[in-house]
């Protein structure tokens, strides 16, 4: 049981260069976060779905785009990296709230990318 | 909006003390609230998930509680161990869509 695998762990950018960071999770869960940590600036969330084929923006989406083509992935996409958004990513999913237990948030390791 | 408040920052205590760590929120209209655990460089574990209907839950030595009308919950860690040394976050899922609001953390030291 895998849980939520994040790849790559690492990635070092250089400004205006495009990545996307990859989340996968095997437990069925409807809703997908993507948060990013920074120090002093604790989590935050860029963008969720609530399942396949939606997305929705959170507290920072600028510079950022996602997509959930299929219920168990969520990607995010950098098209122009830029050094502010040198951070620790992190993916998490739960099921839907509402039902007994729900919003159990399961996170992966956090993908570490660095902008040059 | 939810804001999520942990006080303090940083604790440091010697190995074997009881220890309680706080989580404060503004919006009591909450599902739950969940502790998390953090190792340095790593991802965050979930330790315990409390239901709004719930008062406290326990796994273990960890013992969580909630008070939804004072807007309050704690983190009580019986026995610390040199193995307990973490950041702690608390979070609250908002009522749209279950997106959560974190807690800046407490990170704590035990000494052996």
């Known amino acids: 049981n895998a849980g939520v695998t994040q790849t790559p762990k690492f990635r070092v950018l250089k400004t205006g260069q495009s990545m996307t960071l990859l989340c996968a999770q095997d437990m069925n869960h409807e809703y997908m976060y993507w948060y990013r940590q920074d120090p002093g600036m604790g989590l935050r969330l860029i963008h969720y779905?609530?399942?396949?084929?939606?997305?929705a923006k959170g507290e920072v989406p600028d510079g950022y785009n996602v997509s959930r083509l299929k219920k168990q992935n969520f990607l995010l996409g950098l098209e122009s990296a830029a050094p502010s958004q040198t951070s620790v990513y992190f993916c998490?999913?739960?099921?839907?709230?509402?039902?007994?237990?729900?919003?159990?948030?399961?996170f992966g390791a956090g993908s570490r990318l660095t902008v040059l | 909006k939810q804001e999520v408040t942990q006080i303090p920052a940083a604790l440091s205590v010697p190995e074997g003390e009881n220890l309680v760590l706080n989580c404060s929120f503004t919006?009591?209209?909450?599902?739950?609230l969940q502790w998390f655990r953090q190792d340095p460089g790593k991802g965050l574990t979930s330790l315990l998930l409390?239901?709004?209907?719930?008062r406290e839950q326990t796994s273990g030595r960890l013992n969580a509680s909630l008070d939804k009308s004072s807007g309050r919950s704690t983190l009580y860690i019986a026995a610390s161990q040199p193995g307990d040394s973490a950041t702690y976050l608390c979070a609250v899922p908002n009522t749209n869509a279950g997106k959560s609001t974190f807690g800046d953390g407490t990170t704590l030291t035990v000494k052996p």
């Open positions: 779905s609530v399942g396949e084929g939606t997305t």
């Open positions: 919006d009591s209209a909450i599902y739950n």
């Open positions: 409390i239901q709004s209907s719930q």
């Open positions: 998490a999913s739960s099921f839907r709230t509402g039902i007994s237990g729900a919003n159990v948030l399961t």
